[in-house]
């Protein structure tokens, strides 16, 4: 079997489907061995991003200083700015909207009650030995805290993706400000650095089955399937709501590129299954790098700053989830929400979404408290209910983000007509 055939079988979306299935069996019907699984999942995530901050730093320096020496920065960022803006806006009202059509925590069965009850009642004895996230820690300061770096060297050994994005952007400026003829060699690096990094994460794509299957064999393994069975109807919720941010973005993508949908959907495939299987946006940057400039014909200058900059700073599928468990949690406690509180929603759902991108694990939900707080609403609550459906809504969430980001890219680019849906030699390894 050729290298070739080997790439376009690692991809194959039956096989991918088949390894995720298998491994969410196996954690489902024997959960130590599932448990043993986990850590090689791990591993191979880690691998996935082992190159994210590379690339990211490499494209978004790049793209800037190149839209500086051309002098189209300043209409550019702004249209940029205006997409997000109102991508994130309409997440927030979707979610808004559904919680308000069905009410995800209103009329709860009293079995679905009583496991919240024992949920949180279980969560609130654990404080005193657990250490918890506190809520002054989640708040909007903690964004602006985390965007300058100390250190950049720090920032870069400890993954810090949102004080490496301010740090590329400020040298990007710098860089695209010195002419054209001294930033040239340094743009020539940089080029090489970041084809480089892409290179090594299409050679991680042939192992992409089996890295699935332990993440899924890890995560069924873990999951609490009592607290799924209590909130099933926000679960299912929040389902629908990011089904209809995905057809919203397909369908722009189409329109834009005005080609057959079917090809567009093809040339993310890949992007798609990483997004899904490993519930990681910075993991899917280099796929969705190569698909959209590969067989979509994007602009390179384009996609390495809108997608960057936009998988760290427009989070609508996040933004999205917040809203919708803010209602979920108001009607728990069976709070009557005027329309300025729904106004509160609407924003907070947006800063918390944005400031839950440069968070890590259970601090990235706990941005909650950005919209509970004003609300009166409890915290710890919602936040001990979130990582619980954690591991079942984050892998669609992700792929709202990422398809959003590839949207965005698309609508601030002019591509050339669509490419046929064939692996290009750049991701043949």
């Not at 301010?166 to 695209?176: D, P, R």
Request: proline fraction near 6%; glycine fraction near 10%.
């Amino acid at each position: 079997m050729t290298r070739k055939q080997l790439f376009n079988l690692a991809l194959n979306p039956w096989v991918v489907i088949g390894g995720i299935v298998a491994g969410a069996l196996l954690g489902w019907h024997f959960p130590q061995l599932g448990a043993q699984l986990a850590p090689l999942g791990s591993l191979y995530t880690s691998l996935l991003q082992m190159c994210v901050i590379p690339i990211l730093l490499t494209a978004v320096i790049g793209s800037i200083s190149r839209l500086f020496i051309h002098g189209s920065a300043q209409n550019y960022i702004l249209r940029l700015f205006g997409l997000i803006t109102a991508g994130l806006a309409g997440a927030s009202v979707i979610g808004i909207g559904v919680g308000l059509l069905w009410h995800p925590g209103a009329n709860l069965a009293p079995s679905a009650r009583a496991t919240l009850g024992t949920l949180i009642s279980d969560y609130e004895f654990n404080l005193s030995t657990t250490p918890a996230i506190e809520p002054s820690q989640a708040g909007l300061l903690l964004f602006f805290d985390q965007m300058i770096p100390d250190n950049i060297f720090f920032s870069l050994s400890q993954g810090e993706r949102l004080s490496v994005l301010f740090f590329s952007i400020v040298v990007g400026v710098a860089l695209g400000s010195i002419g054209k003829r001294k930033a040239r060699p340094v743009l020539m690096v940089l080029e090489a650095l970041y084809e480089t990094f892409l290179k090594i994460t299409s050679w991680l794509m042939y192992l992409l089955p089996i890295g699935l299957f332990c993440l899924a064999a890890g995560q069924l393994a873990q999951l609490g399937l009592n607290i799924v069975g209590a909130v099933l109807k926000l679960v299912m919720l929040i389902y629908l709501c990011c089904l209809i941010l995905l057809a919203l973005y397909s369908l722009l993508m189409w329109l834009r590129l005005r080609g057959n949908p079917f090809h567009t959907l093809e040339a993310l495939r890949e992007t798609m299954v990483v997004a899904l299987g490993t519930a990681n946006s910075f993991a899917a940057i280099p796929s969705a790098l190569r698909g959209l400039q590969d067989k979509l014909g994007t602009d390179k200058t384009v996609t390495d700053l809108v997608l960057p900059l936009g998988i760290t700073l427009n989070p609508p599928g996040s933004v999205c989830h917040f809203a919708l468990a803010t209602v979920f949690i108001a009607d728990i406690y069976g709070a009557h929400l005027n329309p300025a509180d729904y106004v509160v929603i609407f924003l907070g759902a947006v800063l918390a979404g944005i400031a839950a991108s440069g968070a890590p694990g259970a601090v990235a939900l706990a941005m909650i408290s950005i919209i509970l707080q004003p609300l009166g609403l409890p915290v710890d609550v919602a936040l001990i209910l979130l990582i619980g459906i954690d591991p079942l809504v984050d892998p669609l969430i992700t792929l709202v983000n990422v398809q959003a980001n590839c949207a965005t890219t698309i609508l601030m680019d002019a591509p050339q007509p669509l490419l046929q849906p064939t692996l290009q030699s750049a991701t043949q390894g």
